[in-house]
């Protein structure tokens, strides 16, 4: 075993270890918990490691550095499911529906029609979640000037009262699955606070597809929250892989 193996070995058995913990704490089964690998900037290579050591799911937010990825990952052999979870440019749709099996930023009308769109070119299915925007004073990552000059402090996601109408957008666009919510804590608040909301969206979600129920949230620095408040998936980086680095292919 590389040291490298061992050293992603080790954070992995911490992670579950946190998983079983926080799990135990909220009466949740650990079974009912997806970790999402978050390999941004790393190497194919640790995506087999981790597949090697039984993760079957992975994230991505970039499609350039995602895509090359999947590609390697898929000529070595090794069958994964790839997340798609950064804010998504719709001319980029056509390239995720390509290998990701999950989109769980999707927060426009026009983002659900080019999914559909390239899904259905592709000859595959895309389950996708909505992105909901919980800092009430937030800044949609959309919205001009803000996105244009600072896109590092902008907020993805749609307000909770527009989540009904971009699921059944989803809902009703052939090639896609509604697959349920995802959310990110704002910066500076409290994440139990900024989660306890997430089972009552959830439920505006479920309106539209009772089986709708995946509930992306929580991320190397909160995903005790996260399960508390009734996540189904944690995007996890940094406890995983390590703090980040330039991207290496």
């Not at 992603?8 to 135990?24: F, H, I, K």
């Not at 909220?26 to 490691?49: E, F, H, M, N, Q």
């Not at 800044?139 to 109408?165: F, I, M, N, W």
């Not at 479920?206 to 009734?230: P, W, Y």
Request: proline content about 4%; charged content about 20%.
């Amino acid at each position: 075993m590389s040291e490298r193996h061992a050293e992603l070995a080790a954070s992995l058995a911490a992670t579950r270890s946190r998983v079983g913990a926080a799990c135990a704490a909220a009466g949740r089964d650990p079974a009912g918990i997806t970790l999402v690998a978050v390999t941004k900037t790393y190497p194919a290579s640790d995506v087999l490691a981790l597949a090697s050591l039984g993760l079957t799911d992975f994230g991505e937010n970039r499609d350039q550095e995602a895509a090359a990825k999947a590609a390697a990952v898929a000529a070595a052999g090794q069958p994964v499911t790839w997340h798609f979870v950064g804010q998504l440019q719709t001319n980029k749709a056509h390239s995720v529906a390509g290998y990701a099996d999950f989109v769980h930023s999707v927060d426009r009308i026009r983002l659900v029609r080019a999914l559909g769109t390239a899904a259905r070119a592709a000859g595959r299915d895309l389950t996708c979640l909505v992105q909901v925007n919980l800092d009430a004073g937030g800044t949609s990552y959309h919205s001009g000037a803000l996105a244009a000059e600072r896109p590092e402090l902008a907020r993805g996601g749609v307000p909770p009262d527009k989540l009904a109408g971009i699921a059944a957008a989803i809902e009703a666009e052939e090639g896609l699955r509604l697959g349920g919510l995802m959310a990110v804590a704002p910066r500076g608040t409290d994440a139990r606070t900024a989660f306890a909301p997430l089972r009552q969206l959830s439920g505006v979600i479920q309106s539209v597809n009772a089986s709708a129920t995946l509930i992306s949230a929580g991320m190397s620095s909160d995903l005790e929250a996260a399960v508390e408040c009734g996540a189904t998936h944690l995007r996890i980086g940094t406890a995983l892989l390590g703090d980040r680095r330039l991207p290496v292919l």
